[in-house]
């Protein structure tokens, strides 16, 4: 028997499960989950069920017919995947209900203290499951290839609010306190598994939107992002109708790794992209686009991982494209350019890592996580879009998400579509050296525009010494701001860190999108003046793209590498353990 994801223990003819049940309680205090869920497969079991967990507490597991029949159970040894629960004795059955109870310490849920929220007098608690963690919430076939639906009761403290991606059921008060139901009627993979519960408040944003955020971030939240309807409308124009009923945004605390996650129904987003002006609103564009590239169509483990956001960075764009101009499009095409060559140049360009197919044996995905299956695979689309044509290209997508809804599909798969649908594909552009060649293969597209070049022209006065710039850049965009910053190398003098502070009001920004570069340059160059903004931004922000590049820069400095290690002993408790491990281990180099 075969296991078709490496990340999991499951195996398909073994069974699989369809829908759950989940009955569980948040204790902040002990900050667990504890409770049971009830499991169902899509045939009678074979003789034993493996399960991927992490850190979990198994309590007993029973049948759930008339007998309620206590079944074996044992855990395997502990690897970088988690401890395999094997179920024996279950042969014939359909159905059967594990109690359990999570650790303090699980990986998927992080447990914020009053002092770590907006509000600054309530506990917060939330999710992240993406890639392998929702093992660490509750037993699971944890590969992106099972889908599921579930129903779902949190009891949570009087005062607190939950809410989950799935459809609301409402609450009920008890003498424990309140529970709430959930219910996700659309099968889907363990990984966009959400949850929060605080002191959360919401505001209607859009016809099929609510905003939900803590009461002192709401408003400002409602406002930068009160543009979503048209997003929904220019999405379902591109790709057919938006079939998850509800798209609702909740705004984490500040120690959210991601700039967003496209959890089904209720996408979660960074406060880092409230900037107070709406210049990044294209993450939103992005969560958004997942709900057909990504949610409808999943890639089938974690080494096709191209196949959901190198799709959903095309989208993106497209998009954007409709609402900002081609032009800004493309514009946002080099930035992304710039992170994948930061990408490419971290691993080594003859790196298997490079590719867009991976094998991941042995790796956890989260450890090699990049910007490659984004930004390449949005390249190697693009380059087919170019070949065939922009109308038989859309046409193609449109086949692609009718054929692929609600199904994982590999590289593999997607391959062999493509042959079928566009050969002519094949015939135009090098196929094979884009999916399993180590790096960037020679027919990269490129991208013109007055934008880009307005950009470029100042980079070429700045690199021949001229500071004097600043009528040429009074009407530049940020997304112009972030090229023109990451065409600067990244050791400065000390006097051009502060012309650019100057330029663009860099050291009292809200917009991190600019701050965390110029911060970079700063703690590379050795500035001073810049060092208590950094300690300040590290202990505010908690998404891994400000953190990474910023621990880096500290690190790899002499004079600052003692800043580094200094800041993260005294803050690292604030990240998410996603972002904890990844600065750990740019810290050990």
Known sequence: MTRPDPHSCWIPQNGTIKHIHFHLTADFKRQIFSGYAIYDFDKPLSDTLSLDTRKLNIESVASTDSHEKKLEWKLADETFLGQTLTISGVKGLRALAIHFSTSPDSDALQWLGPEQTAGKKHPFVLSQCQAILARSIFPCQDSPGVRFTYDAEFAVPTGFKAVMAAKSLGSEETKQGTLWRFHMKHAIP????????GNIAAEQIGKKSWIYAEPEVLKDAAWEFAGVDSMLERAEAMFGEYIWDRFDLLVMPPSFPF?????????????????????LVNVVVHELAHSWTGNLVTNATWEDFWLNEGWTVWAERRILERIEGEESAHLHAVNGRHALDEAIADFGKDSPLTRLKTDLKGHDPDDVYSQIPYEKGYLFLVAIERAVGREKFGGFLKKYIDRYKFQSLTTDGFLRFLKKELPEAYDKVDVETWVYGNGMPADVPAFQSKLIDDVMDVVRKWKAGQRDIQRAVK???????????????????????????????????????????????????SYEPAYEKIRELL???????????????????PDTKKLAADIFGEVKDRYHHLSRVAIERILEE
């Open 539 to 557: 202990g505010e922000v908690g998404r891994g793209k400000f953190l990474k590049p910023l621990y880096k820069a500290l690190h790899e400095n």
């Open 475 to 525: 009407s530049w965009d940020v997304t112009q701001k972030r090229l023109f910053l990451s065409e600067l190398p990244l050791k400065l003098s000390h006097e051009d860190i502060s012309t650019l502070d100057k330029l663009f009001n860099l050291a009292d920004s809200r917009n991190s999108e600019l701050k965390v570069p110029w911060l970079c340059k700063a703690a590379a160059s």
């Open 259 to 279: 700039g967003g996650m496209e959890n089904p129904t209720l996408t979660f987003l960074t406060p880092t992209l409230i900037a107070g002006d709406r210049s």
């Open 190 to 197: 363990s990984y966009l598994f959400a949850l929060a519960i």
